[in-house]
């Protein structure tokens, strides 16, 4: 069974510029996760997509991020326009289960972002 | 909100037994999890604690007290290949998943 699959695995772009991730979820997978982790800091939330409707984003930074699950298969999490605090490592999760419940999560290998 | 303490780096001895401890606040509480982390790649899952108690998983257990906010991660027969963050989270509301800084573990021979 394939994994959580993500794309570009690294991407440099300069501030002003827009970016486009992609990530593919385990296929079956209802719950769909974006998160990003900041040069020496946490690992931090950014959004949850139960199939097509976003369910919690509390944790996207501003109106520059941008995420969408059309079809609820794959997501897209796009940055318009970059800034340089925006690099990072934005990684996928995905899982099964209900709302409400903890369930694992499986991870994607990352994009790391660098914005000059 | 939420608050995850953990250690930010230890060093153990190959074949030796480590533990790795985590204090967190928080104001909804579903579960708590560990990944391990290695350098550059993405975290993996090693345990999930839904109530008190210690579950064993191989040479890995986790061990939460939710009255306390404490859970630890316990390592045994510790191997070089160990040698990863260990990131302790929080699973909130909605499976909302809150992670520590994690503990960076050196495995020496």
Redesign the interface.
């Known amino acids: 069974e394939a994994g959580?699959t993500q794309f570009p695995s690294h991407s440099v772009i300069e501030k002003g510029q827009t970016v486009t991730l992609r990530c593919d979820p385990i296929s079956g997978h209802d719950?769909l996760?974006w998160?990003r982790r900041v040069m020496g800091?946490?690992?931090?939330?950014l959004l949850?997509f139960v199939k097509e409707s976003k369910?919690?984003e509390?944790g996207m930074p501003n109106n520059r991020f941008l995420a969408e699950r059309t079809g609820g298969t794959y997501s897209t999490l796009k940055v318009q326009p970059a800034e340089l605090e925006d690099s990072g490592v934005y990684?996928c999760a995905s899982?099964q289960?209900r709302?409400?419940?903890?369930?694992?999560?499986?991870?994607?290998?990352?994009t790391r972002l660098t914005v000059l | 909100g939420q608050n995850i303490d953990q250690p930010t780096e230890m060093t153990a001895t190959e074949g030796a037994i480590v533990q790795i401890n985590c204090t967190y606040q928080t104001s909804g509480f579903n579960g708590l999890f560990w990944y391990q982390q290695h350098a550059g790649e993405a975290p993996t899952f090693l345990s999930y604690n839904v109530l008190d108690g210690l579950e064993e998983k191989g040479r890995f257990s986790s061990f939460l007290s939710r009255s306390k906010g404490y859970s630890y991660l316990l390592l045994k027969e510790l191997q070089m290949k160990d040698s990863a963050s260990y990131l302790c989270a929080l699973s909130g509301g909605y499976q909302k998943v809150t992670f520590g800084t994690g503990t960076k573990l050196q495995v020496i021979p």
């Open positions: 959580v719950n996760y998160y800091k946490e690992i931090k939330f949850h369910q919690d509390s990684f899982s289960g709302t409400g419940h903890g369930y694992e999560q499986f991870f994607g290998p990352g």
